[in-house]
């Protein structure tokens, strides 16, 4: 019975791989391992990875549920994605990108930490350039990137202590000034 699953789970890489002409190197930058062992994975020389970042990694650049996967573990603490994470999911979509081809148009260092951002781990970037260069590859203008980023920017003072309500004058002010600098 173990066989066939590590069988099921190898074929569907595999598949996915020749179907969107994606080399496996490339595969294995994106999700974070090292060539050989895509290979040996795929040729089911090693057991099919039980390890949740792996697979989540796996299923996010296959734009599929972990869960597809008979290995995955799903695990306890449930893993909170934000919500201008699942807008740039939903860029991706509107954009009819696949997420190999929008991972395609960073450079393979960054990879992996976009893989990471879209599985949740990581949250959108508070650097507006780094978040402009994301909304680059989705041709979006500065106009929908902005709320994205002064959400994501009110979220991240929040979180550090700020009372937004409290301090509503000084944030109305700092967000204004930082609309006319961006959408100039």
Sequence with gaps: ?????????????????DKNSLHKKDFAEMIGVTLSYVYNLIDNTIPFSTRSTTLERIS????????????????????????????????IKENNMSVVDFLKNFPRKK????????????????DYTELSEIGKVLNTTSDVLYPIWETRMKQVLEENG?????????????????????LR
């Design 60 to 91: 996010t650049v296959m734009d599929i549920e972990p869960e597809e996967f008979e290995e995955y573990k799903i695990p306890q603490e449930p893993v909170f994605v934000e919500d201008s994470v699942k807008v740039l999911k939903n860029l």
């Design 111 to 126: 990879r992996l930490q976009m893989v990471d951002m879209l599985r949740g781990y990581y949250p959108l970037p508070i």
């Design 1 to 17: 019975m173990k066989e066939k699953t590590l069988l099921k789970s190898s074929e569907k890489v595999a598949c996915f791989l």
């Design 162 to 182: 700020m009372n937004i309500t409290s301090n509503s004058d000084l944030i109305t002010t700092m967000f204004d000034c930082a609309k006319k600098y961006i």
